[in-house]
Nanobody, 115 residues
């Protein structure tokens, strides 16, 4: 059974940092592109950052220069380092694993940024 388990969310002050982790099981992790999405209240889920199996990365314009995605294939884990956080970064952050037409989602972790 495939599981993606996010952790690292919480309450942080504006300007602060947080590191999110997503541990995968039940898949050959190194074969999958991984991504972080987020969904704020009343808004659609949006792509935040993605990393391919070959470790190429891309970011939403709103987080470029502040967030960094990385992966550790030995630990079957993808990370999202959040720096210089803003109140508008408040959302539930979801981990996604994708290969071809197959993708999996985690349950999400809440990040709340106070002003």
């Amino acid at each position: 059974q495939v599981q993606l388990v996010e952790s690292g969310g919480g309450l942080v002050q504006a300007g602060g940092s947080r590191r999110l982790s997503c541990a995968a099981s039940g898949i050959i992790f190194s074969f999958y592109a991984m991504a972080w999405y987020r969904q704020a209240p009343g808004k659609q889920r949006e792509l935040v950052a993605a990393i391919t199996a070959g470790k190429n990365t891309n970011y939403a314009d709103s987080v470029k220069g502040r967030f960094t995605i990385s992966r550790d294939n030995a630990k079957d884990t993808v990370y999202l380092q959040l720096n210089s956080l803003k109140p508008e970064d408040t959302a539930v952050y979801y981990c996604n694993a994708k290969r071809g037409n197959t993708d999996y989602w985690g349950q999400g972790t809440q990040v709340t940024v106070s002003s």
